[in-house]
């Protein structure tokens, strides 16, 4: 067990979130645990994913929302596609603090040869805070040249 601060309190299973991007590099450190059927993104709140009023914006909500949906589809088809959203929806039900984990777990309801629909509950220390749905566009990724 390392005795690094910035790790100690991650929850087992967690690690570095495999993909970046610059949208959610100020964000970081951002974890993910995967499981047979999704990928799961956690992290621990601190003021860059605030609002003026201290609380969790709900920018960063919809926007890891739609990172874990997409992820966890890509995951129940073996990572041979790729998609991009059509659609997201984001129900806000409570909300979270400054020091909280939040977690955002997700289901992928039906996967298609065009289309993947998917939800997730986003907990911050597992009480649920919001909700999300989404539906994804296959994208097949571009084969190699030879």
């Not at 690094?4 to 309190?9: L, N």
């Not at 087992?12 to 979130?17: D, H, I, N, R």
């Not at 059927?37 to 860059?48: D, F, N, S, T, Y």
């Not at 993947?116 to 566009?137: E, H, M, Y």
């Amino acid at each position: 067990m390392t005795t690094d601060a910035s790790v100690v309190d991650i929850p087992a299973g967690f690690e570095p979130l495999f993909r970046k991007s610059p949208l959610t590099e100020p964000w970081e450190p951002i974890y993910a645990r995967k499981t047979d059927k999704a990928v799961i993104i956690g992290l621990r709140l601190a003021r860059p994913h605030t609002n003026g009023r201290g609380l969790i914006h709900g920018g960063l909500i919809a926007a890891l929302a739609d990172n874990a949906m997409g992820y966890s589809c890509a995951q129940a088809t073996d990572w041979k596609t790729t998609f991009v959203t059509i659609s997201l929806a984001v129900d806000f039900i409570g909300t979270a603090n400054i020091g909280q984990w939040l977690t955002i777990e997700s289901d992928v309801l039906k996967t298609g040869s065009t289309i993947c629909f998917a939800q997730s509950l986003i907990k911050a220390d597992d009480v649920t805070i919001a909700r999300a749905n989404g539906t994804f566009r296959v994208v097949p990724k571009k084969q190699p040249a030879n």
